[in-house]
């Protein structure tokens, strides 16, 4: 069974920064891509970035590249969002979702793409 387990969430000022982790478990690591999203209270989820866990190629949406970054630590079967210079309206739950790779070496950051999702973390920056 493939299970997900997001921690690392919280309250942090602005300019703060963290670091969410997703522990995978329950399926060969190296054969799925994993991803991050968000959702703040109503406003649709919508990607943050994902990775190819085999390669560790990376992909972000548009408006999180330079903020954040996805990295891996494949021993441990756990992926990490670093979250930088952080802003109130950065609020939101945070999920990890995983997926069996389409094509090797390179992700899709989309949630429709994501069939296996985690409970999700809060985060909440505050001004």
């Known amino acids: 069974e493939v299970q997900l387990v997001e921690s690392g969430g919280g309250l942090v000022q602005a300019g703060g920064s963290l670091r969410l982790s997703c522990a995978a478990s329950g399926f060969t690591f190296d054969d799925y891509d994993i991803g991050w999203f968000r959702q703040a209270p109503g406003k649709l989820r919508e990607g943050v970035g994902c990775?190819?866990?085999?390669?560790?190629?990376?992909e972000y949406k548009d408006s999180m590249k330079g903020r954040f970054t996805i990295s891996t630590d494949n021993a441990k079967n756990t992926v990490y969002l670093q979250m930088n210079s952080l802003q109130p309206e950065d609020t939101a739950v945070y999920y990890c979702?995983?997926?069996?790779?389409?094509?090797?070496?390179?992700?899709?950051?989309?949630?429709?793409?994501?069939?296996?999702w985690g409970q999700g973390t809060q985060v909440t920056v505050s001004s």
């Open positions: 990775i190819a866990v085999n390669n560790n190629h990376t």
């Open positions: 979702a995983a997926e069996p790779f389409l094509y090797r070496g390179v992700c899709n950051w989309s949630p429709v793409r994501y069939n296996y």
